[in-house]
């Protein structure tokens, strides 16, 4: 049976039981009074970062109005790519990670009208390509079916912890390149799968988020994997990134009691410092503190966007942005549209 060449580090090893460590904590956070809402923002993120990654220029506030069915003017391709994204992350728990025959059917669901070949492997030769010019060549088509079916023996069969073993899936899966296109969006999805069947809150976790945070250092994780011949590096990228999105991701709660008002002032003193509110000459409010948190994860964000995951209008969220932007606490670079918030420290 061919097993894909890696070692098992120290590193790997600590941070295997730190997520281990991590996945109850989140997933309680999922069971709170918000977390349907929760769930719907993580769909979201995902969705539109898995995509951004691939070029498509939809805001998350757009993909937001996709999923509830309102009209959004865009080129039509990027619109089919978000509903086929809808689609295919609605078939999540009926998808078996380790069979071949369901990645092909969820690759015909992302990729539906958008390649004439969705849902089977390539029949041509693809490459990688770089600003420097062609950066890693697939093996031949022909050799696309062996190799996924070993690849998927491999997964099927060996004793490593899923947590490495998604890792290594995903990197081998990248380096085989099965389909003509749409290689990097499955990937991602399958990974999230592998990791879904080892704790389920990993379907509601923003795992391409992350990724579209690090998108350089994602590339150069892969590409250290390929000039070296292991995905160790790549292992390793893959789970610290994962611990982070984990311990980041744990959220703040919408209905807020005595204990999670301490828990949100205790998260902002930490990422802005006991006297960022002097600095400004402005006290904050515990949902103030709250939206700058969420601009500070992610400047793509909304107002709309915001105002779901707080549990707060939209309107109250734009008077408080307003707010901010007249102390000169936050600006916008670019437009409303494809921009994105920057928060000025003194």
């Known amino acids: 049976m061919y097993t894909p060449p890696f070692t098992i580090t120290s590193k790997i090893l600590n941070l295997v039981a730190e997520i281990s460590a991590q ?162 969006r499955t990937g991602r999805l399958w990974q999230s799968l592998l990791l879904g069947h080892l704790h389920p809150l990993f379907e509601h976790l923003p795992v391409e988020n992350m990724v579209y945070s690090n998108q350089q250092a994602y590339y150069d994780a892969i590409g250290k994997s390929t000039h070296q011949a292991t995905s160790t590096p790549f292992i390793e990228f893959m789970l610290d990134e994962l611990l982070k999105t984990l311990k980041e991701h744990q959220g703040t709660p919408i209905m807020i009691g005595k204990d999670q008002r301490e828990s949100v002032d205790e998260e902002f003193e930490a990422k802005f410092g006991a006297e960022f509110g002097v600095k400004f000459g402005v006290k904050f409010g515990v949902n103030e503190k709250r939206t700058l948190l969420i601009i500070s994860e992610n400047p793509l964000t909304t107002s709309a966007l915001i105002a779901s995951e707080i549990g707060i209008s939209q309107r109250a969220v734009e008077k408080q942005i307003k707010k901010f932007r007249d102390l000169g606490l936050i600006h916008r670079v670019g437009s409303d549209k494809a921009g994105h918030w920057i928060i000025n420290y003194k």
């Open 23 to 184: 996945i109850e904590r989140y997933a309680i956070r999922l069971e709170q009074s918000d977390g349907l809402r929760l769930r719907k923002a993580n769909r979201i993120k995902t969705i539109h970062s898995s995509l951004a990654i691939e070029g498509n220029t939809l805001s998350e506030e757009e993909v937001h109005d996709i999923i509830d069915g309102k009209n959004v003017v865009a080129p039509i391709k990027q619109i089919q790519e978000v509903k086929n994204a809808i689609d295919t992350y609605e078939l999540y728990s009926e998808l078996n990670p380790f069979d071949v025959k369901d990645l092909l059917r969820a690759h015909g669901v992302m990729m539906k009208a958008i390649v004439d070949d969705a849902g089977f492997f390539r029949r041509g030769g693809v490459g990688v390509f770089g600003e420097q010019g062609l950066v890693h060549l697939a093996p031949p088509a022909d050799r696309v079916p062996y190799l996924m079916d070993d690849l998927f023996q491999w997964l099927r069969t060996t004793n490593d912890h899923l947590l490495i073993r998604s890792c290594v899936f995903h990197y081998e899966f990248e380096f085989i390149h099965p389909f003509s296109d749409g290689n990097g």
